[in-house]
C-alpha cells in the first residue's frame, strides 16, 4: 500500500497525471526518485521509478543520461518498486501525493519503458495487464 502526507496549503489543486508524465513523490517511505506514469486506464494508474544503474539491477529497460533531463547518469526502470494504484490511491496521489512534476518523457522512451515491463521477471502481472492496455 501506498501512503500519502497530505501538504498543507491554502487552495486545493487536482493534478490530473497522464501517461508520461513524471514527477516525484512527497511521501516518508519513498526517496527522491524520478516516477513516470506507464499505464493508466480510468483511474487505476501504473508508475515505475528510475534509479541509478548498479550491478545487480534489472536492466530490462537502459536510460542513457540525458534522454531525459534529470537522467544525469546511466540509469535503469526499476520494475519491482513499481505501482498500480486502484482508484482511491490515484486520487489521494493527485491531489496529495506530488512534490513536484518534472518534464514528460517523450514518445519512443516510454515505449521502451512499457516494452521493458513486459520482458521484466519484476514487474507484476497487474502491471503488465495495465501496460499491454495502453500499448493497444
Known sequence: MVHFQPVSSGAIAIVRLEVGDTFKLISATDDDHLWIVIGRQDDRMGIVNFTSRKAGKDESCLIQRGEHPLCTHDTVVEYGRAKVLESEQTNLLELHGI???????????????????????FSSGKLQELVKKELR
Do not use: K
Open 99 to 121: 512534490s513536484q512534476r518534472f518534464a514528460r518523457i517523450d514518445a519512443d522512451l516510454l515505449r521502451r519503458i512499457q516494452h521493458g515491463a513486459l520482458a521484466s521477471d
